[in-house]
């Protein structure tokens, strides 16, 4: 079946200006996550959605930052005002969430950002 | 905070064994995976390991996790170049919860 499918696959984007990632998860699967993937900090978890509870925003850098699920599915990470520094790639991650250890997290293929 | 710590880089011969060492910091730690990565591609989960166990063998691959020590070693037994990839050591409190990653270990297998 179809994967975690993540656009655009390149973002190419002038300080200052505002980004929207979009993650589209895995039918069905309840949980979804945004992590974020720089040379400098490596692998960091941003923010996580799990069903219709309120998200887990502990990873978010700072209030630039914002991500919506929409019923459910679809995802939308919002950047306002991008900086140098939020380039990246920018993973997204969905997983069922049955509650056992097997809550394997599929990842999407990334949104590589660059702010010049 | 959270820290899980990884050395940034391996390289074997291929046929040889490969193995990846990981620390981490949190003790309540329930979840412990192995990631890769190959170059522009997704992360692919390998294995994980639950916390009350020391370890888990999955054909050519092998977790050892010494709790302890806060420990977590993937093995690769007879290493191949397709097994050249970032691997990332990762923790989480629980199933389904975010996680804590380790900063990758670049295998480089030579022929």
């Known amino acids: 079946g179809a994967g975690v499918s993540q656009s655009p696959s390149n973002k190419v984007t002038e300080k200052g200006k505002d980004v929207e990632l979009r993650c589209d998860p895995i039918?069905?699967?309840?949980?979804l996550y945004w992590y974020r993937q720089s040379l400098g900090q490596g692998l960091e978890f941003l923010i996580y959605?799990?069903?219709?509870?309120?998200?887990?925003k502990s990873g978010l850098p700072s209030d630039r930052f914002s991500a919506e699920r929409t019923g459910g599915s679809v995802s939308t990470l919002t950047i306002q005002r991008t900086q140098q520094e939020d380039s990246a790639v920018y993973l997204c991650?969905?997983?069922?969430?049955?509650?056992?250890?097997?809550?394997?997290?599929?990842f999407g293929p990334g949104t590589r950002l660059t702010v010049t | 905070g959270e820290d899980v710590e990884q050395s940034l880089f391996l390289s074997v011969r291929e046929g040889d064994s490969s193995v990846i060492n990981c620390t981490y910091t949190?003790?309540?730690?329930?979840?412990l995976y192995w990631y890769k990565q190959e170059p522009g591609a997704g992360l692919q989960l390998l294995t994980y390991?639950?916390?009350?166990?020391d370890m888990k063998q999955d054909q050519r691959l092998t977790v050892l996790l010494n709790k302890k020590d806060k420990h977590l070693s993937l093995r690769i037994a007879d290493t191949q170049t397709g097994d050249s990839a970032i691997y990332f050591c990762?923790?989480?409190?629980?199933?389904?919860?975010?996680?804590?990653f380790g900063g990758g270990t670049r295998l480089m297998v030579k022929p």
């Open positions: 949190d003790s309540s730690s329930t979840y």
């Open positions: 039918s069905g699967h309840t949980a």
């Open positions: 959605f799990q069903g219709n509870s309120a998200p887990d």
């Open positions: 990762a923790e989480s409190g629980d199933a389904g919860n975010m996680l804590t």
């Open positions: 390991i639950f916390s009350n166990m």
């Open positions: 991650a969905s997983s069922l969430v049955s509650g056992g250890p097997w809550d394997e997290q599929y």
